[in-house]
Protein backbone atom coordinates (compact mmCIF):
# COMPACT_ATOMS: atom_id res chain seq x y z
CA UNK A 1 0.00 0.00 0.00
CA UNK A 2 1.31 3.70 -0.67
CA UNK A 3 2.89 5.14 2.62
CA UNK A 4 4.37 8.30 2.99
CA UNK A 5 6.71 9.23 5.75
CA UNK A 6 7.84 12.53 6.71
CA UNK A 7 10.77 14.07 8.38
CA UNK A 8 13.20 16.98 8.99
CA UNK A 9 10.72 19.32 10.94
CA UNK A 10 11.73 20.99 14.44
CA UNK A 11 12.25 23.91 16.32
CA UNK A 12 14.48 26.68 14.71
CA UNK A 13 14.65 30.39 14.44
CA UNK A 14 13.55 33.42 12.17
CA UNK A 15 15.56 33.74 9.39
CA UNK A 16 16.58 29.77 9.84
CA UNK A 17 16.52 26.89 7.48
CA UNK A 18 15.19 23.36 7.61
CA UNK A 19 15.07 20.54 5.28
CA UNK A 20 11.99 18.10 4.71
CA UNK A 21 12.18 15.03 3.49
CA UNK A 22 9.05 12.29 2.31
CA UNK A 23 9.98 8.92 1.94
CA UNK A 24 7.35 7.01 -0.79
CA UNK A 25 6.75 3.67 -0.78
CA UNK A 26 4.22 1.58 -2.69
CA UNK A 27 4.28 2.46 -5.78
CA UNK A 28 6.35 4.00 -8.60
CA UNK A 29 7.09 7.07 -7.13
CA UNK A 30 8.76 8.67 -10.72
CA UNK A 31 5.52 8.22 -12.24
CA UNK A 32 3.43 10.39 -10.26
CA UNK A 33 3.27 14.44 -9.34
CA UNK A 34 4.22 14.97 -5.55
CA UNK A 35 2.73 17.96 -3.41
CA UNK A 36 3.30 19.46 0.05
CA UNK A 37 0.58 21.17 2.03
CA UNK A 38 0.75 22.14 5.52
CA UNK A 39 -1.66 22.96 8.08
CA UNK A 40 -1.23 25.43 11.02
CA UNK A 41 -3.40 25.47 14.37
CA UNK A 42 -7.14 26.35 13.56
CA UNK A 43 -6.27 26.84 9.67
CA UNK A 44 -7.48 25.09 6.61
CA UNK A 45 -4.51 22.76 5.35
CA UNK A 46 -3.23 24.80 2.29
CA UNK A 47 -0.85 23.78 -0.71
CA UNK A 48 3.08 25.09 -0.63
CA UNK A 49 4.63 23.09 -3.22
CA UNK A 50 4.04 20.76 -6.12
CA UNK A 51 6.48 19.09 -8.54
CA UNK A 52 5.47 17.05 -11.40
CA UNK A 53 6.63 13.49 -12.72
CA UNK A 54 8.59 13.73 -15.47
CA UNK A 55 10.49 16.98 -16.13
CA UNK A 56 9.83 17.93 -12.36
CA UNK A 57 8.03 21.24 -13.48
CA UNK A 58 7.26 22.68 -10.00
CA UNK A 59 4.75 25.46 -8.71
CA UNK A 60 4.81 27.60 -4.96
CA UNK A 61 2.36 29.31 -3.33
CA UNK A 62 2.65 33.37 -3.06
CA UNK A 63 3.57 33.06 0.57
CA UNK A 64 6.64 30.91 0.19
CA UNK A 65 7.78 31.69 -3.38
CA UNK A 66 11.48 32.26 -3.53
CA UNK A 67 12.12 30.59 -0.15
CA UNK A 68 11.17 27.24 -0.32
CA UNK A 69 12.19 24.95 -3.24
CA UNK A 70 10.33 21.54 -3.68
CA UNK A 71 12.36 18.70 -4.99
CA UNK A 72 12.94 14.93 -5.66
CA UNK A 73 14.97 12.27 -6.12
CA UNK A 74 13.54 9.32 -8.03
CA UNK A 75 16.30 6.45 -7.69
CA UNK A 76 15.69 7.32 -3.76
CA UNK A 77 11.64 7.62 -3.97
CA UNK A 78 12.12 10.63 -1.53
CA UNK A 79 10.34 14.09 -1.82
CA UNK A 80 12.05 17.11 -0.26
CA UNK A 81 11.46 20.86 0.55
CA UNK A 82 13.75 23.15 1.36
CA UNK A 83 12.89 26.04 3.72
CA UNK A 84 15.22 29.27 3.71
CA UNK A 85 14.62 32.47 5.30
CA UNK A 86 11.86 30.78 7.76
CA UNK A 87 9.31 33.03 9.37
CA UNK A 88 6.86 32.65 12.60
CA UNK A 89 3.89 32.42 9.92
CA UNK A 90 5.73 29.01 8.48
CA UNK A 91 4.53 27.44 11.59
CA UNK A 92 2.44 24.29 10.95
CA UNK A 93 2.63 20.90 10.41
CA UNK A 94 3.91 19.88 6.82
CA UNK A 95 2.43 16.90 5.19
CA UNK A 96 3.63 15.13 1.77
CA UNK A 97 0.70 14.50 -0.25
CA UNK A 98 0.52 12.00 -3.64
CA UNK A 99 -2.73 13.05 -5.06
CA UNK A 100 -3.34 10.86 -7.14
CA UNK A 101 -3.38 7.91 -4.55
CA UNK A 102 -5.49 10.72 -2.33
CA UNK A 103 -2.72 9.45 0.27
CA UNK A 104 -1.03 11.68 3.07
CA UNK A 105 1.90 11.58 5.42
CA UNK A 106 1.72 11.63 9.45
CA UNK A 107 3.31 15.10 8.88
CA UNK A 108 6.05 16.90 10.49
CA UNK A 109 5.98 20.07 12.76
CA UNK A 110 7.61 23.16 12.45
CA UNK A 111 7.86 25.65 14.79
CA UNK A 112 9.60 29.15 14.03
CA UNK A 113 10.19 30.99 16.94
CA UNK A 114 12.89 32.89 18.41
Known amino acids: QVQLVESGGGLVQPGGSLRLSCAASGFTFSRYAMSWYRQAPGEERELVAFITSGSGNTNYADSVKGRFTISRDNAKNTLYLQMNMLKPDDTAVYYC???????WGQGTQVTVSS
Open 97 to 103: YARTFGS
